[in-house]
């Protein structure tokens, strides 16, 4: 079922009658070595189950012991957003039970977090600026991961059974919670993209975490409820979790207001609850009856003392920030000689960085912007992915802009290449060397196809030698046919040239 198969109010009907207020919690895996609470490892790609301990699995009479380097990463995201650091925090058990929770607890932040009171500075995609309020920022242990098989795209929908694999219990996890975003009306979706557009940007600046929204290194909750205009009071609100794109982000916030205003309409009333946003359509599904937090009996945990983050090294960590990445794009915007809007529309392709180690890997800011912004967007657009997970680096199309300088690539056969590596057949040189890319440097046998086509139009050697140069087009073409594409274009126009005059 397509969005546009639901009981749905049309957009601009919403808004006429309801203000949205929007909330968003965004969870961050940090990049550490080992988890949170415990020494197992944290790579992403070993086998389900391989990285367990008695602590993530929650054997008793394990004990937890707090990772230096989470509370630093935490601190690292706080300043970045703003925040107070406290300088005591506390860890609290948030009890509850679900089959990725081995504890039946998660080990958490509540009344005390270590960072609080921030905000973000966003911009819209017209240049508008919008200040997301932060709430708090706090350290957490992830969950593990259920795999649900039946479902499509390994989601809960459909499926008829569940994996689980408990790698991924323990690592380290930074929740971003905003206060309520009120005031966007119509721009909610649209600032609800751009704040975690920003913040993963941010993120992976500051080097705490890859923000891999796609392998859910980064991943959002999105509330929202809807009141009618003029009424102070919020709405019953609806959390769609785990959202892992920029564009769902949207989708999802725009699909709410719309369901619940037209329920809200009928006569009916929105249930607190979770939902699972369906990546297939745009839509959300029922999950389950939405907590509240007195429901989760938070008290400190016992095991874990309170966390210290004295003034002094607060003020140590940061000094090791990074250079911002609304300051960065400022210095780059000068350097590279571009306008606001061409700034704004690599930022929203989430081309930025990708551009920016491209040029550092040797290309020049044009070429690389050339390739990323034109060709690779158009075949993330394609395959339904942001440009990011694309399987190609900035040191491979740096390769391709190398071979293509030295001749032995044209344009057209480069971008072959380049769709042999997203295909995943190797690197550059190996695409290049299997499907027999390199141009055709043989003079004698591209003389030999210029000679061919020439004879075989005489109409345009006529006219060529009336006056009319631009007719040598088709000559060209002739050629390119010819050698399949691999002649050099410059060596086939100097040819015909010398033929004709």
């Not at 819209?124 to 957490?140: F, P």
């Not at 499926?159 to 909610?188: C, W």
């Not at 907590?291 to 003020?315: G, K, Q």
């Not at 690539?409 to 690197?427: H, I, N, P």
Request: hydrophobic residues 40%.
């Amino acid at each position: 079922m397509t969005a546009a198969m639901y009981d749905l109010m049309d957009f601009d009907e919403v808004l006429e009658t309801f203000d949205p207020v929007m909330g968003l919690e965004v969870h961050v895996e940090l990049n550490t070595q080992t988890k949170m609470f415990s020494s197992s490892a944290t790579n992403f790609s070993a086998a389900p189950n391989s990285n367990v301990d008695p602590v993530s699995l929650g054997l008793p009479g394990a004990l937890p012991v707090v990772n230096a380097k989470g509370v630093e990463g935490a601190i690292k995201i706080g300043l970045a957003l703003n925040c107070s650091i406290a300088e005591s925090s506390r860890f609290a058990r948030k009890n509850y039970f679900y089959p990725d929770q081995p504890k039946n607890y998660q080990i958490s932040q509540y009344d005390e977090p270590i960072a609080y009171n921030g905000y973000l500075d966003v911009v819209l995609e017209d240049g508008t600026k919008w200040r997301v309020e932060i709430e708090r920022a706090h350290m957490e242990e992830d969950t593990g991961k259920l795999t649900h098989l039946g479902g499509v795209g390994g989601r809960i929908e459909g499926a008829t059974t569940s994996l689980v694999d408990f790698n991924r219990a323990g690592i380290p996890l930074i929740e971003i919670v905003t206060k309520p975003i009120i005031g966007a009306g119509a721009r909610a979706p649209e600032v609800a993209k751009a704040y975690v557009g920003a913040l993963r940007e941010l993120v992976a600046a500051l080097g705490v975490s890859d923000a891999r929204m796609d392998q859910g290194s980064m991943r959002v909750d999105s509330n929202l409820s809807l009141r009618p205009i003029g009424q102070e009071e919020f709405g019953t609100r609806t959390e769609t979790k785990n959202i892992n794109s920029l564009r769902s982000v949207e989708q999802a916030v725009r699909f709410e207001m719309q369901r619940q205003a037209r329920v809200l309409e009928d006569g009916g009333s929105i249930e607190q609850e979770t939902r699972h946003y369906q990546e297939t359509n745009g839509t959300t599904s029922k999950g389950r009856p939405k907590e509240t937090a007195d429901d989760y009996r938070y008290f400190n945990d016992p095991d874990l003392p309170p966390v210290i983050a004295p003034r002094e090294w607060v003020e140590e960590i940061r000094q090791t920030l990074p250079e911002m990445p609304w300051i960065r794009r400022a210095r780059i915007q000068q350097e590279w000689d571009i306008k606001d809007e061409e700034m704004r529309d690599l930022v929203n392709a989430g081309a930025l960085d990708l551009i920016i180690a491209t040029v550092e890997a040797g290309a020049q800011p044009s070429e690389a912007r050339s390739w990323w912004v034109s060709y690779l967007a158009g075949k993330a657009n394609e395959a339904g992915v942001e440009l990011v997970a694309l399987p190609i680096t900035p040191q491979q199309v740096v390769r391709v802009i190398g071979l293509i300088k030295e001749g032995k690539l044209t344009t057209k056969l480069a971008r072959k290449a380049v769709d042999g590596v997203l295909a995943g057949e190797g690197d550059i040189d190996e695409v290049v060397k299997a499907r027999g890319l390199e141009v055709v440097r043989d003079d004698g046998a591209i003389e030999k196809a210029v000679d061919e086509a020439l004879a075989a139009n005489p109409d345009i050697v006529e006219k060529y030698r009336a006056g009319n140069k631009k007719v040598t087009g088709a000559i060209v073409g002739a050629v390119m046919k010819a050698t399949r594409g691999k002649a050099d274009p410059a060596q086939v126009n100097k040819l015909i040239a010398a033929k004709l005059n």
